[in-house]
């Protein structure tokens, strides 16, 4: 290879492996905040939708959510990620509120709550202080759509319910940490006045450790007080309550205080963690003490710093004891490394020097570039999902979004392998192309996760709460997925290239792609017959019968009966070269009936992974399969009719030349 060229390809493999780590180091930290503070504040652990995961997770899909994008630029010019985000929501809410991050789709949205901003774009992106005006009427609207069944609900209406589910989360944020700025009436009488003083404190750690004192106090007291005295005590004790109360309800965006009791598996949010100090238990009222000592420290960086480290310690410390903290630094560096960015970016690398290649096909550096890109994404995809399943311990197919990046790294290894046994270059062009289109359905996916569950690594449903059945079952069939549309895949490259004129004259091509997608389509029988009857056998265990014609067990069932079909027209002559691609490509139709449309029926026993949004786009593939299929027919009908019939041949040969 030529030196220059080597030094070419060595720094495109390297932009493209570091490109995603570089942007993440672009996205910038808080001028108020050191590199100190974000590390401590990312590993600091919270328990959400379920789990225990570091608050940088936490913070990442809270602004997903959001602003669509896990980055934004503040008013100063300054690249904000997750972490600095969340910091300031806690500790400068005010600041916070003039941040761009929510993401308006539809100046419609705006008009329907009376909002209007100057020289925006149909879709942009808008700071709650300019949504402000709007909030009373956003959630009314918010409330009469939420009444509504969702089928009945239009563009414009699905945007204003989720824009009052976006407003009322941020807001949720900006008073996390409202217990460590209450002022509580501890001075409205005589006997709160001995125990706390005549200057009250902001937060609520120095009432709730005093007030052991001050139950003593009141009890010593009892019998020399008047009756005028008594509901004097009583009135400011109720009036001292229902702040406590105020501020511990307002204060419930996350439960950050992991109870002391093992047995207990719910961490506390702050109203639980006033229960619990109020019963005696030390270690809430010592974590109470550190929020409010970050808020008093929260405009001296150095003390922020200090005052954070020892709050982590004492909650990482609680954490460990209750064997909850261990994958804490992993999930941080999980989405530290991005790993399926990365693999994207390395897809489209591929891709494009694939693009060069075909320009160039002589020049062999090309093709040992997308050979090795394509393995550098391959292997990137098979890490991220290795790393999620030891985060989750779940074998690699517990969500729909796991099942993407799954049959994306199958795919990729079935076609990189067969690459290397033919030689043909036909699987190693397909490496990147699908590469890339998983990598994108997967961040598309990631996007609805946010929106819906607030995360992708959520807590399953008790039916599919085994990890037997998972690695079995799911594994099994989910290979069946990719196997067919795998086969699909090979089948629309067969038909598109016919009717495009790709490699025309190039009979041994299309034999060979024929070969692969007979191949494929055997493969995926096999898991799809086998992970069928494994899932008769899960459901007989699970809900006591084997069969129930359920909308899944049917969609298992059609790509066994399609995928049968397939093999029994080639077997049979039914259906040659084309046939069989036809075949294919159809059965990826009936792959993502069953993967993904059966799930948003709304009825059966499966209706749990309903996924919204997702059927505009399945409509779409089902409309360009049938497309090409017909297409390719109607080509077909049209090549024939421009080859002349063997007599008029024979005719026009025995007709003298004029």
Known sequence: ?????????????????????????????????????????????????????????????????????RRFTAPDGEKLGPTPWLLDCFFFPELARSYRTFLVRDSAVLEAIGVRVEGRKKSDRYSYDELAPGREKLFAEGGRIHAMEEKLRNGTETQLYALALNVRDFEDLTHALDFTRAELPTGASEGLRSVFGTEAKPGVAHFLGLLPKLMAELEARGEAMSAAEREAERVALVALNDELDAAGRRSSALAVFPP?????????????????????????????????ALERAKDDPAAFEAELAKLHGAVSGIAERRGEYAKIPLEVGFYRWDFFTRALVSFLAAFVLLCASWLAPRTR?????????????????????????????????????????????????????????QRQRIALALT??????????AMKYELKEAALAGDTMPSLVAVLDTNFWLATHVTTVTLGYAAGLLAAVLGNLWLIGKMTGLKKGDKEFYRTVSRMTYGVVCFG??????????????????????????????????????????????????????????????NGLVVAFSWWHVNNLGVGLHAYGKTEGVLRAL??????????????????????????APGERLSARQTPAS
């Not at 899944?552 to 069989?580: D, Q």
């Open 619 to 644: 409509y779409t593939y089902y409309g360009i399969g049938i497309l090409i299929v017909l297409g390719s027919f109607l080509w077909r009908l049209g090549a024939r009719q421009a080859v002349p």
């Open 525 to 586: 029988l096999l898991f799809s017959v086998v992970g069928t009857i494994l899932g008769g056998v899960w459901a007989n265990y699970s809900w006591g019968r084997f069969w129930g014609w359920d909308p899944k067990e049917n969609g298992a069932l059609l790509i066994c009966i399609a995928e049968l079909l397939i093999l029994h027209a080639r077997m049979g002559g039914y259906a040659r070269e084309h046939g069989l691609a036809a075949l294919a490509s159809l």
């Open 432 to 441: 990147p192309v699908l590469g890339a289109a998983g990598m994108f359905l």
């Open 1 to 69: 290879m030529n030196v220059s060229r080597s030094r070419w390809l060595v720094l495109f493999l390297t932009l493209a492996f570091l490109a995603p780590l570089a942007d993440a180091q672009g996205s910038g930290r808080g001028k108020r905040w050191s590199a100190r503070t974000l590390e401590l504040f990312e590993r600091m652990p919270v328990q959400d939708g379920g789990r225990v995961k570091p608050l940088d997770t936490f913070a990442q899909f809270r602004l997903l959510r959001l602003n669509a994008k």
């Open 365 to 421: 550096w090309l093709v040992k570039g997308v050979w090795a890109l394509s393995v550098l994404g391959t292997l990137l995809v098979v890490a991220g999902v290795t790393v999620r399943c030891i985060l989750r311990d779940r074998p690699p197919v517990s969500t729909l979004y796991e099942t993407i990046l799954f049959i994306t790294g199958c795919c990729a290894i079935v076609l990189l392998v067969t690459e290397g046994i």
């Open 260 to 292: 002391a009791k093992l047995e207990v598996e719910e961490w506390r949010f702050a109203l639980g963690a006033f229960e619990d100090a109020y019963a005696g238990a030390p270690e809430p009222l010592q974590l109470l003490t550190g929020w409010e």
